[in-house]
């Protein structure tokens, strides 16, 4: 078994990697989003790969997911936890609350979503009913449980194209297709690593309500919506790596078991 993370807003770095190797992995598929970092957690060989590379420079419609996924198979990468800040949409998916998403309803446009863009003897058809694997899933929310993290254990992730936030309009629009959080990396990385065959879980935490989603404190009948703060986002983030790291590592600790 070897574990990879991928990170991106959240989780920058793994501090308790042990002698960190880092290298350039060369794909058919371009350029990775940064170099790969391997080393070990607890006697696990683990992966890392921030998907907007080490200065946060890439938006998400312009990551190589073909490429990152690609180079994680030919690290012989069985495992990927995919960490991701997120907004929340429904009720129960308010700013710092942690949420392992169990389903995707996509909404970007023009990724390649797949390998199979080109003329092969055979195209590779994945059941994709349920996009997140159920056995790293279940490892996962145990490992949130036992750190008495308060979590969502199922949600629907809506995934929009970026990088700008979405209107009010469209997030409505997201409730009622029956989303519960929106971000916008988790497709076609999902589906990309089902095609390669690697388990891939979510783990997101919510970091500001979504478009509409938050009201003004005073609660008044016919006030507008608060307005999205980034400033607000950017601290959330900020403090929601210490709750992030501690579930990834007790999951690296128990898959080494």
Request: net charge positive; hydrophobic share 40%; proline share 4%.
């Amino acid at each position: 078994m070897k574990l990879a993370i991928i990170g991106g807003s959240l989780l920058k770095q793994l501090n308790r990697l042990q002698q960190p190797v880092e290298e350039e992995i060369r794909t058919p598929f371009g350029q990775a989003s940064a170099l790969f970092v391997t080393g070990t957690i607890d006697g696990l060989e683990v992966v890392y790969l921030n998907r907007h590379g080490v200065s946060h420079q890439i938006a998400p419609h312009q990551i190589n997911y073909k490429a990152n996924l690609f180079a994680l198979k030919l690290l012989e990468v069985t495992h990927i936890i995919a960490v991701a800040a997120v907004g929340g949409i429904t009720a129960k998916m308010s700013p710092m609350k942690c949420v392992v998403a169990d389903q995707i309803i996509d909404y970007t446009h023009g990724r390649i979503q797949t390998y199979n863009d080109i003329k092969d003897n055979h195209v590779n058809h994945i059941d994709f009913s349920y996009p997140f694997d159920e056995t790293l899933t279940k490892t996962l929310k145990l490992a949130l449980k036992q750190e008495g993290i308060d979590f969502q254990p199922r949600a629907t992730y809506g995934v929009t194209q970026g990088p700008r936030l979405e209107t009010i309009a469209e997030i409505k629009r997201m409730k009622r297709d029956g989303c519960d959080i929106v971000g916008m990396t988790a497709m076609p990385e999902a589906a990309l690593a089902r095609e390669l065959e690697m388990a891939y879980a979510n783990l997101s935490l919510v970091v500001n309500w979504a478009a509409g989603a938050g009201k003004l404190k005073s609660g008044r009948r016919g006030q507008p919506a608060a307005v999205v703060s980034m400033d607000e986002i950017k601290q959330l983030i900020i403090e929601g790596n210490s709750i992030i790291e501690k579930p990834v590592y007790r999951v690296i600790s128990a898959l080494n078991r």
